[in-house]
């Protein structure tokens, strides 16, 4: 069985920093890439930025891009997101999600690609 369980969601104001992370447990081995997802109320999940597990290749949403860093620990079997500058408009639930399909740079920022999700965590930035 494969769980993703993220976690560093919070409170803060805007121009402050948080990490997220998201562990994973199960059948990991065969993982091509992860990534993070967030949704607002009323919005379409968004990609936010993606890694491929092998080559550690990056990949981010314009709107974060200078501020968030993705990056993995595989021996940890754990995936972070550093946020810094943070803005109110960053506001959302943040999911990491995981696939083992080699999905191309575009197909790495669509939702569907991926089968497996964590429960989520919420981010909230005050202005």
């Known amino acids: 069985q494969v769980q993703l369980v993220e976690s560093g969601g919070g409170l803060v104001q805007a121009g402050d920093s948080l990490r997220l992370s998201c562990a994973a447990s199960g059948r990991t081995f065969s993982w091509y890439a992860m990534a993070w997802f967030r949704q607002a109320p009323g919005l379409a999940r968004e990609f936010v930025a993606g890694?491929?597990?092998?080559?550690?290749?990056?990949y981010y949403t314009d709107s974060v891009k200078g501020r968030f860093t993705i990056s993995r620990d595989n021996a940890k079997r754990t995936m972070y997101l550093q946020m810094n500058s943070l803005k109110p408009e960053d506001t959302a639930v943040y999911y990491c999600?995981?696939?083992?399909?080699?999905?191309?740079?575009?197909?790495?920022?669509?939702?569907?690609?991926?089968?497996?999700w964590g429960q989520g965590t919420q981010v909230t930035v005050s202005s």
């Open positions: 890694i491929t597990l092998g080559a550690g290749s990056t």
């Open positions: 999600a995981a696939s083992g399909q080699d999905m191309g740079a575009y197909g790495l920022t669509i939702p569907l690609g991926y089968p497996y």
